[in-house]
């Protein structure tokens, strides 16, 4: 299983991203797939993932109304879309896949991508 994160770059503040990973070689739904990220000196923080119980998606207090998980089975794809961006959402992007427990926390996934330089530039 592999997950091929991309579309991370620099941006000034207030614009706009959209992040995509691509996996392969796998059997799971993309509803079982989510993003996280990192900043230097932090530890990994969720970002967005979908309800396992209704597929609804939900996100971190941080990105809430400023960004959209959406899902593409047919090309096995999941895009965050991220608007209005910050300095502080200067990290590095990474998605994973899935999770056997709490979707907040990093650990309970046991795939992960690579990761995508976002860099938000004041």
């Known amino acids: 299983v592999q997950l091929q994160a991309s579309g991370g770059g620099l941006v000034q503040v207030g614009g706009s991203l959209t992040l995509r990973c691509v996996a392969s070689?796998?059997?799971?739904?993309?509803?079982?797939m989510g993003w996280f990220r990192q900043a230097p000196t932090k530890e990994r923080e969720f970002v967005a993932a979908?309800?396992?119980?209704?597929?609804?998606?939900f996100y971190s207090d941080s990105l809430q109304g400023r960004s959209a998980i959406s899902r593409d089975d047919a090309k096995n794809t999941v895009y965050l879309q991220m608007n209005s961006l910050k300095t502080e959402d200067t990290a590095v992007y990474y998605c994973a896949a899935r999770p056997t427990g709490n979707l907040y926390y990093a650990g309970a996934y046991d795939t992960w991508g690579q990761g995508t330089q976002v860099t938000v530039s004041s």
């Open positions: 070689g796998h059997t799971f739904s993309t509803s079982q």
């Open positions: 979908f309800s396992r119980r209704d597929g609804r998606a």
